[in-house]
């Protein structure tokens, strides 16, 4: 692999020969590479993180885990091999743990981690049973272990704090971070199936406060399910698309107002009602240079489970500033509606043909949803959108109750792996072994990155746009993603057979961009810092 560290000037390292297009295919790794059980998380569903917390240039995997057992956090060794180090580096969180969420709290340039945890399931008037706070926060040292530091942060009240009905089934739903303050620092959404939100400004010191009651339409007591932050109408804030299940299908976008205020504009964006949100991913299957936005719901074909609305997964493209609709849903047109019960999902261009395919876990510990299988479409068409369904053929068919999902190239060969987990208490390590044809496959990751004194390093909400091969791709760096769980901070792009990029433009959310032109960086690791503050839209380089 080639890592370029792109500032001020270009510095090589590595290499490594290109690959190449052909049949998607993936073997299941999981043992063989040092991944294996943990105990049942109670409750619906489990999120897995995938992000490269030591700072080596490898993707580690943070599982959640339930009662009595710690956390499993999972450090690759470069190759795509794995040794579980969770109590060795101070996470021991014992508790009921649902997702973990790797973000930068402190601005010191590496990732720390938040534990959302609940007691959903939990039978009541058991008095050995402490239930715990809703979040735990874990502050990365210079040796990459972590320290507890929930005391005295502001998130350890969080939402779910009592035994009482009303939150005897509440789930932690989501946790995403993004500047949504511009202030330098990242604030903290957490969202509840059944009990609402939270949204916790950081202050800059350490601390947190809990701002939710202000926060306009936020501040509802929705069915919370995945959110995703990203700056839909350009005026350089972040906003906040929120997965909400049930609640006769109300949609959740946040346009961000300003002093950390809301309001939902879903309607007025064409978001158009469903019944049960889930996961989602944003991505640009039809290469068109916006992100269009996937999410997963509840298919009954056989209509035998009358208790909730049937629906199928929905694909909002995006249309552009200015249409009407700004988004429509093309999920059926397309190929993608229909997946069972489905929970994580996400987006990768597997075979680096230059277009997105897409991953969808399915599941639920009821009999008629019980061996729901995995589903994998390949995209065959960018213009119209088209989507060939071939999880068995491409060995990503497993019929386990799989909820959580990432995608991530973790043995570094340039191409997307996927990692799987489910209930109760597995995981599934599907490695790429897509066939190759020399030439054919080339790639390019760009980590968008910043090194200011106060600033989010890892660049959360930053849009990477590369025009290689007649196409032009779009990726979003996000902290939040799938179900439950997040994707790496890089951007992973297919060129095909394409090994000069045409151009690359990279925009932070403060408004600084990049861009370069005719650059060789085919099957290359790009690191990119922004311009100077006010620089606007910066001179190609």
């Known amino acids: 692999m080639q890592v370029l560290n792109w500032r001020a000037a270009s510095v090589a390292v590595l290499v490594v020969g290109a690959t190449a297009s052909g049949q998607i295919s993936f073997s299941e790794e999981s043992v063989a590479r040092g991944m294996g059980s943990f105990s049942h998380t109670e409750g619906e569903c489990i999120g897995v993180s995938a992000a490269d917390y030591d700072g080596d240039g490898d993707i580690d995997v943070f599982v959640p885990t339930g009662w009595g057992s710690p956390s499993r956090l999972y450090q690759n060794d ?34 720390d981690l938040v534990i959302g945890n609940d007691h959903h399931g939990q039978l009541l008037g058991q008095p050995s049973i402490t239930w715990p ?8 040292n210079a040796d990459h272990t972590f320290t507890e530091v929930t005391a005295g942060s502001g998130l350890g009240g969080a939402h779910i704090g009592a035994v009482g009905e009303s939150n005897f089934f509440a789930m932690v ?11 330098g620092d990242l604030d903290l959404y957490l969202g ?3 009990e609402g939100s939270d949204l916790f400004r950081n202050n800059g010191d ?59 504009q879903a309607a007025a964006y064409g978001l ?33 489970f009358p208790y909730w609305v049937d629906t199928q997964n929905v694909l909002f493209r995006d249309n552009g500033p200015g249409a009407s609709p700004r988004y429509e849903d093309v999920a059926i047109a397309s190929g993608v509606a229909f997946c069972d019960w489905g929970w ?27 061996t729901d ?48 987990v489910h209930h109760p208490g597995g995981m599934l390590l599907y490695m790429n072994t897509s066939a190759t044809t020399p030439g054919e496959d080339n790639w390019l990751v760009i980590k968008p990155r910043r090194y200011d004194k106060k600033g989010d390093h890892f660049s959360v909400g930053t849009v990477v746009r590369v025009w290689a091969g007649g196409e032009v791709m779009t990726r979003l760096i996000s902290s939040g993603w799938s179900i439950l769980g997040q994707v790496p901070y890089e951007a992973h792009f297919g060129l095909g057979d394409a090994t000069v990029i045409d151009r690359i433009e990279i925009a932070w959310p403060d408004g600084r961009r990049r861009v370069f032109v005719n650059k060789p960086w085919s099957n290359k690791i790009i690191e990119a810092v922004p311009g100077p503050r006010g620089a606007g839209q910066a001179a190609p380089e």
Not at 211 to 221: K, P, Y
Not at 236 to 247: F, I, K, M, Q, R
Not at 276 to 301: C, Q, S
């Open 78 to 111: 470069g190759t795509g091999n794995f040794t579980e180090v969770a109590v060795a580096s101070g996470l021991n969180s014992t508790s009921n743990d649902r997702m973990g969420l790797f973000f930068d709290y402190d601005g010191d340039h590496d990732l």
């Open 133 to 140: 706070n809703t979040l735990r926060l874990f502050r990365q």
């Open 173 to 183: 739903g989501t946790l995403t971070a993004g500047d949504l303050d511009a202030d």
């Open 192 to 194: 509840l199936w059944l």
């Open 206 to 264: 350490g601390t947190f406060t809990n701002v939710i009651a202000a926060s306009g339409d936020m501040n509802r007591n929705f069915a919370n399910w995945q959110a995703v932050m990203h700056d839909f109408n350009g005026d350089g804030l972040l906003d906040v698309y929120a997965a909400v299940d049930g609640e006769d299908g109300i949609k959740a976008l946040y346009i961000n107002q300003g002093n950390l205020t809301f309001q939902n």
């Open 272 to 304: 158009l009602p469903s019944f049960n949100d889930m996961g989602v991913a944003f991505g640009d299957p039809d290469n068109d240079g916006d992100l269009d936005i996937y999410v997963t719901e509840i298919h009954d074909a056989t209509a035998t």
């Open 344 to 370: 994580g999902c996400d987006w990768g261009d597997f075979d680096n043909d230059r277009d997105q395919d897409l991953a969808v876990t399915n599941g639920h510990g009821s009999v008629h949803f019980a």
């Open 373 to 420: 299988r995995s589903r994998f479409f390949e995209n065959i068409s960018t213009d119209p959108l088209v989507f060939d369904e071939i999880g068995v053929a491409a060995g990503f068919d497993d019929t386990a109750v799989a909820s959580g999902l990432a995608a991530a190239d973790f043995d570094r060969d340039g191409k997307q792996d996927l990692v799987e």
